[in-house]
């Protein structure tokens, strides 16, 4: 009689970052049956403090050998540079916030990463992101993860169909806490390891001191609104609308014994614009406009449509409108009065727990007449 041949299990690639996260998705997967590899990626040349990517690719391998899965390592430098770190420093000079987090997801963990992937012959690529993915009549939708303090759809926004047709994120419906649980009962030797903040080329190095190897500083004037010089600023892209930090304004200025904040970086005069007090007006937008957008399913939300976004990560979600909207632009209206809002970061819409999609922020409309 003739044997039918034996199936092979379906074929996973789990991304390995060396952290509890990946490590306990790489876990589950092989325990409800997947054919699991495990690759471990180097997109940063650089070994800097609080980033080594050699740490980090021991602590993957040693979670990978608890584990009995292989572990390869597979080099996206060059492509990280290309497609994120040029521009990274490209919005900077420009003075703006980006978000290089956004764009490496789209550009290598979910393109390049799941290229080679695909070549190994895997059907789906994991990662150990707080998100989930529901698949209806061949459609995607993007979720957050159950975890709210933990919910990573914001840096998730810019997949598309395919990608999301290949991903698995199995720790979507667990908690942060549940996860270490499962990692310290399977021996884990990461299990509780700290979690990695921040971008990870910079490393626990001052931001000033990292940006300074790649981009001129350029000092200038510190200005209030009324246009009087209150201090000197060391290069505008070291700062961020709202900050109130490292302004080094002395005392004498301000009728007020209030903080400064900054209310606007003006390339074109190289000047820093400030205000006393949080809840000054300047330092609010009910209003803004963003490009670059993308919607996750194939139709935007209709003009009008009350929903809610985030223009920034682990912000609650904010009731608005999408109130003009072509293919690559929009303007949205919030409820209540936004506080900075920065232009290079993200703008993501949720219609409960869907992410629908976002844009880059292009600039807030400021009004007299916003009351905070």
């Known amino acids: 009689m003739r044997r039918e041949p034996r199936k092979l299990k379906p074929k996973v690639v789990v991304g390995m970052s060396g952290g509890v996260d990946s490590a306990v998705a790489a876990l589950l997967l092989r325990e409800t049956g997947w054919d ?23 602590d993957a391998l040693q979670a990978a050998e608890v584990l009995g899965l292989p572990l390869h390592s597979v080099n996206f430098s060059q492509e990280y540079w290309d497609r994120v770190f040029t521009y990274f420093l490209d919005e900077y000079q420009a003075g703006r916030t980006p978000n290089p987090d956004v764009l490496c997801n789209r550009e290598i963990k979910f393109k390049v990463f799941l290229d080679f992937a695909l070549k190994l ?20 939708s993007l979720l957050k993860g159950v ?29 942060k806490a549940k996860v270490r649980a499962i990692a310290e009962e399977a021996g884990l030797p990461n299990a509780h390891r700290k979690d990695s903040t921040g971008i990870c080329f910079i490393g626990e190095r001052k931001f000033r001191d990292f940006l300074e190897n790649y981009l001129p500083a350029q000092p200038g004037d510190i200005l209030t609104q009324e246009g009087t010089v209150v201090g000197r600023h060391k290069g505008l892209m070291y700062y961020t609308l709202g900050q109130r930090q490292g302004l080094g304004i002395g005392g004498g200025h301000g009728a007020e014994e209030l903080p400064w904040y900054v209310a606007e970086k003006r390339i074109a005069d190289n000047t820093l614009v400030v205000v006393q007090g ?7 937008s009910q209003d803004l406009t963003a490009d670059e957008v993308h919607w996750i399913g194939h139709q935007p939300p209709e003009p009008g449509l009350r929903i809610t976004a985030k223009i920034r990560y682990r912000q609650p979600d904010q009731p608005c409108q999408i109130t003009e909207i072509t293919d690559n632009r929009l303007k949205v209206s919030f409820e209540q009065p936004q506080f900075a809002v920065a232009p290079g970061q993200s703008v993501v819409f949720y219609d409960r727990e869907a992410c629908l999609g976002g844009a880059i922020i292009e600039r807030a409309i400021i009004t007299e007449s916003v009351k905070v």
């Not at 699991?36 to 021991?58: R, T």
């Open 147 to 175: 975890d709210a303090s933990k919910d990573q759809s914001y840096f998730l926004y810019l997949l598309g169909q395919n990608a999301l047709s290949k991903a698995i994120f199995p720790l979507g419906e667990l908690t």
């Open 36 to 58: 699991v590899q495990c690759i471990f990626m180097k997109n940063w040349e650089e070994n800097s403090p609080g980033c080594s990517s050699e740490e980090d690719y021991l």
């Open 121 to 140: 012959g895997a059907e789906k690529i994991a990662t150990g992101h707080y998100a989930r993915i529901h698949e209806h009549d061949g459609h995607y």
């Open 278 to 284: 949080q809840k000054n007006p300047a330092l609010y």
